[in-house]
């Protein structure tokens, strides 16, 4: 029997690059995209896949999926679309039309492209930002997305178009709704990766609100757990809330990565940034009752697993 083939789009970026770790140790072969922007420093993203770009199973193709040709994408048995222009606070005003490329027709583009194939699964990464300010918590699915912000707008019109693709033409589409991923190889512009940066360097955290906002923090590994299960367990045009793991205020959050780095923080408050909601709390009994399972990874764990990942990366940074 030949090995399974998946497309990981987004494959460089901090979610991408541990979904592709993940189906390489689990026998996958991987076709990775990525059209490596300028959202933020290339190398970074480079160093995300130095490990899987020296697997024989691997091949990376540097492409956007908005304006190339995907005819060259191989037939594969899952797609998992990860690749979108992130960041709530970006996407007011005149870089909206960056967002619409990437999140809107690039999902449109790569729909179109494998909607005659015999696909096992197309997951979606949809985001907690299509809820907005929600009217109530814990969030289940079937409540109706009001996004406050352009970057969920798009992210709810790409959920929407793979659900239309799904029920006109049959593919079997599952989308995932991602709540405040967080972990070693987070992006620069991501909270804790700013704030382990700040205390390593003893500089200012800046704090937008006053810190007393809650997320239901989600750590990557069960983030790319939900992305094995959807593929193997998930229902066709289905949609699951990928969160439960732990819900914290901001500043106690900085706490804990003070205790963990060893440094306390200078804090620096600005006004709450505009799309950004007071609170987020997933309800994922329907991830835990179809796919068996449920976010759980501690928040103190966590952080501590992104701290020691900081720690690292600023001490090769002084060498």
Not at 64 to 83: I, R, S
Not at 93 to 98: K, L, T
Request: aromatic share 10%; hydrophobic share 40%; net charge neutral.
């Amino acid at each position: 029997m030949s090995e399974p083939h998946a497309l990981v789009t987004g494959a460089a970026g901090f979610l991408g690059s541990h979904l592709v770790d993940r189906l390489l140790e689990n026998g996958v072969r991987v076709t990775g995209v990525d059209a490596f922007t300028d959202s933020y420093d290339a190398a970074l993203k480079r160093e995300n896949v130095a490990g899987a770009v020296a697997s024989p199973r691997f091949r990376l193709l540097e492409l956007d999926l908005g304006e190339a040709d995907l005819g060259a994408l191989p037939e594969v048995a899952v797609v998992f679309h990860l690749a979108a222009q992130a960041g709530v606070r970006a996407s007011w005003g005149r870089d909206f039309g960056v967002y619409v490329h990437h999140n809107v027709l690039a999902t449109q583009r790569l729909l179109e492209r494998y909607r005659t194939s015999r696909l096992e699964r197309f997951v979606y990464a949809s985001s907690s930002s299509v809820y907005g300010e929600a009217e109530r918590y814990p969030t289940p699915e079937d409540l109706l997305p009001r996004p406050i912000s352009p970057y969920g707008v798009t992210k709810l019109a790409g959920e929407h178009l793979a659900l239309l693709y799904g029920r006109e033409s049959g593919l079997p589409v599952t989308a995932l709704r991602y709540f405040t991923v967080y972990g070693p190889r987070q992006r620069p512009d991501m909270a804790f990766h700013r704030f382990c940066r700040a205390l390593l360097q003893d500089q200012p955290i800046t704090v937008y609100g006053d810190g007393r906002q809650s997320r239901d923090f989600t750590f990557v590994s069960d983030v790319v757990e939900a992305n094995w299960r959807a593929w193997k367990r998930a229902q066709p045009q289905s949609v699951y809330n990928v969160g439960g793991g732990s819900q914290v205020e901001v500043l106690e959050a900085i706490h804990i990565l003070e205790r963990e780095l060893g440094a306390k923080a200078k804090l620096k408050f600005e006004p709450r940034a505009a799309g950004d909601p007071t609170r987020t709390r997933a309800d994922a009994s329907r991830l835990e009752r179809d796919l068996g399972f449920r976010p759980a990874t501690p928040i103190d764990q966590g952080l501590a697993a992104e701290a020691e990942w900081a720690r690292g990366r600023a001490a090769r940074a002084g060498r």
